[in-house]
């Protein structure tokens, strides 16, 4: 066997997981997404608040400007 | 006022909470992602196959870890309510909000990966019994609290109602925790103890322990990054909050830096 096939028969076992693949990657994957959505939400909520904040004080600049 | 007192007042003013909280909010995601990592290739690559369960135990190293972060994120959350309701503490109302959708997370992730285990091994994606109807019970007490907190109105009185939500739920921690000794279930005993000897073997436990600890790390990452937006949202009209969102305009590197 070249040691290309023989790796890559190495890796196919891995991915197979003992025919648990299946219910095993979607696992990890869940884990994995979730908690990167956890994460993200919080950052993108950071942006909206600071955006609205900033909208809020430049609306309330405008309105003392105007006599 | 002692220096304890006095040291907690001042780690509790929200601008002062706000600034400390965003530098360790990065180093601790940073942590617990290479931690995550670490565990990972442990429990995937270096950990045998089990005996019984062929490769699909291997899913033990996401699903515990994130079972026992429910519960802990729980246990956080009806700790600052306790004290948010008795010392009406601005920043325990904050810290016990922000605790409850990074529970719901992790019980969320616990019943999937449970229900992606529970077919190969006992024939059936859900079962009514004590272990997962008391976990879904978890996730709907956290749904419960953070729908509660987004229903009224005014955010110092939603903070307290949800608070108020969270402690009754706490009851059902310990249900969780012993259902499997209480009640005959299809749900596995506990194999990780505290005290005494666990049933697994030391290059199983290592990636559990240390995903384990990612995942607490990764908990008060997250919790820190929400207080801030949250503190953020409720101070929007002091000072310290406009000083933050002028100084951290879009584009303006520098100014986010410091900020």
């Known amino acids: 066997m070249f040691p290309e096939t023989k790796w890559r028969a190495h890796v196919a076992d891995f991915f197979a997981m003992g025919g648990y693949g299946a219910y095993l990657w979607p696992s990890y994957a869940v884990f994995v997404v979730v908690l990167a959505i956890d994460a993200l939400a919080t950052s993108l909520r950071r942006r909206r608040v600071l955006t609205e904040l900033r909208g809020k004080l430049k609306r309330r600049e405008a309105r003392e400007m105007t006599p | ?259």
């Open chain 2, 1 to 259: 006022m002692n220096p304890f007192v006095l040291w907690f007042h001042k780690i509790g003013s929200p601008p002062t909470f706000y600034r400390i909280a965003g530098a360790f909010v990065p180093w601790l995601f940073g942590i617990a992602i290479a931690l995550g990592a670490v565990a990972l290739y442990g429990g995937l690559v270096v950990a045998p196959r089990d005996y019984q369960q062929g490769d699909a135990y291997r899913i033990i190293f996401v699903h515990v870890p994130c079972a026992w972060m429910g519960l802990f994120a729980y246990g956080f959350m009806a700790l600052n309510a306790f004290i948010a309701l008795v010392w009406r503490i601005k920043l325990s109302e904050i810290l016990a909000m922000a605790s409850a959708p990074i529970g719901a997370a992790f019980t969320f992730i616990t019943l999937v990966t449970g229900s992606l285990w529970g077919k190969p091994m006992w024939g059936t994606w859900w079962t009514w019994d004590a272990r997962l109807t008391s976990e879904l019970v978890l996730l709907f007490l956290y749904l419960g609290v953070i729908g509660l907190y987004h229903a009224i109105e005014d955010r110092r009185q939603a903070a307290r109602a949800a608070s108020f939500l969270a402690l009754i739920g706490i009851v059902n921690v310990p249900i969780v925790h012993f259902s499997v000794n209480w009640w005959n279930t299809l749900h596995q005993a506990q194999t990780v103890r505290l005290l005494g000897p666990s049933k697994i073997s030391g290059d199983m436990l290592w990636p559990l322990l240390t995903m384990t600890l990612a995942t607490h790390i990764w908990f008060f990452a997250s919790l820190l990054a929400r207080s801030r937006v949250g503190l953020l949202e409720l101070e929007g009209g002091k000072d310290w909050a406009r000083e933050v969102a002028l100084a951290d305009v879009p584009g303006n590197k520098m100014a986010r830096a410091r900020g």
